[in-house]
């Protein structure tokens, strides 16, 4: 049974600060990844998905990373913003067929002025 | 230009009742899927259908009754609603089973307080 673990559960830094969120997953056995950001009473916003060939994908100040064999995926976050105060969730898509996410924890982060 | 939609946002209800919640994608998806966030905000899928079809059920109450219309409409009917059944319920939509990329997008959810 796949699971999925976020560490930190929760983070407050302040604004500028560059930072790492880690997401770790038990089975390797996964056909995509993909981070999410919810904020409070909001529905899910996609940020990333990386394929389970694919090492990293970046979209503007965000970058994620795979290491499939370790079952980790890290979420960068450069020069953050106060705008990026949410919670960050990340979730497994397993290989073969079916497309049933697995969602991590979450953490939630917090930047401040 | 609402991609996943969803009503209502709110519902409050009394144990006992029977309450439905509405999806809908404008995304041209063929998968469609509901999810739950408890009160520790953890999110666990429950159903998902494709085409109209049931593929995942996770082990939900049979209280929990999905209805797929047409591939754009994802309906979750429950029944004899419990203290318990409060939570956040999200819809999600992505684009086909087996697609490459099978990005799932999500609806804003509808927070479900039972009485």
């Known amino acids: 049974k796949q699971e999925v673990t976020q560490i930190p559960a929760a983070l407050s830094v302040p604004e500028g600060e560059n930072l790492v969120l880690n997401c770790s997953f038990t089975?390797?056995?996964?056909?995509?990844l993909q981070w999410f950001r919810q904020d409070p009473g909001k529905g899910l916003t996609s940020l990333l998905l990386i394929q389970s060939s694919q090492r990293e994908q970046t979209s503007g100040r965000l970058n994620a990373s795979l290491d499939k064999s370790s079952g980790r995926s890290t979420l960068y976050i450069a020069a953050s913003q106060p705008g990026d105060s949410a919670t960050y969730l990340c979730?497994?898509?397993?290989?073969?067929?079916?497309?049933?996410?697995?969602f991590g924890t979450g953490t939630q982060l917090k930047v401040e002025l | 230009d609402t991609a996943v939609s969803q009503t209502p946002k709110y519902l409050v209800t009394q144990m006992g009742n029977d309450k439905s919640i509405k999806c809908e994608q404008n995304l041209g998806h063929d998968t469609m899927y509901w999810y739950k966030q408890d009160s520790k905000k953890f999110l666990k899928i429950m159903f998902s259908?494709?085409?109209?079809?049931?593929?995942i059920n996770e082990t939900v109450p049979n209280r929990f009754s999905p209805k797929s219309p047409d591939k754009a409409h994802l309906n979750l009917h429950i029944n004899s609603l419990e203290l318990g059944d409060s939570a956040v319920y999200f819809c999600a939509s992505s684009q086909g089973r087996v697609a490459a990329s099978n990005e799932q997008f999500f609806g804003p959810g509808t927070r479900l307080t039972v009485l």
């Open positions: 089975d390797s056995a996964i056909y995509n």
């Open positions: 259908y494709n085409n109209k079809e049931l593929i």
């Open positions: 979730a497994v898509r397993p290989q073969g067929g079916g497309n049933k996410l697995t």
